[in-house]
């Protein structure tokens, strides 16, 4: 982290600022790994639901992505990036919603699985911007290195 002492204070600042908020984007999802497949169980789903509910995060990035990175581009990459922040934020409390609705009225399975594919929206637009808002305030022959951190 030697890099981050050579840099213009506003440009360290904006980098640890962003730092911040990718630690807090990936604890917020790594929070959740263990523990959904056992709340999908609880709502009543089989093993096999289970792995479609948690397969429905990747096909909700997938799809995105094109999207996502015309966006970036388009809108800029802060709007981008906390649009993932606000879907990673969001996302729970679908799971908690939904968790209080009987699955008479909305069934629980196919909820999940909706949940999880716009959670998935979340990482495409969250990685696509922030990685490519490290490139721009970053000096060109520290790029690799700031983005590795």
């Not at 509910?53 to 096909?59: D, I, K, L, R, S």
């Not at 800029?76 to 649009?83: A, S």
Request: aromatic share 10%.
């Amino acid at each position: 982290m030697k890099v981050l002492t050579t840099l213009e204070p506003q440009t360290r600042q904006d980098l640890l600022v962003l730092f911040m908020a990718g630690l807090l984007f990936w604890t917020s999802l790594a929070l959740l790994l263990p523990v959904l497949p056992l709340f999908v169980s609880d709502l009543g789903g089989t093993e096999q639901q289970v792995g479609f509910v948690m397969g429905a995060f990747a096909v909700g990035l997938v799809m995105s992505r094109r999207w996502i990175g015309r966006w970036t581009d388009q809108y800029g990459r802060k709007l981008v990036m906390l649009i993932g922040l606000g879907v990673v934020a969001i996302a729970p409390l679908g799971y908690l919603v939904l968790y209080n609705i009987p699955s008479h009225i909305l069934p629980h399975i196919p909820a999940m699985i909706g949940i999880r594919a716009f959670h998935g929206i979340s990482i495409a637009a969250f990685t696509t911007a922030y990685s490519a808002l490290i490139v721009d305030i970053s000096p060109v022959d520290k790029r690799g290195e700031l983005l590795g951190y």
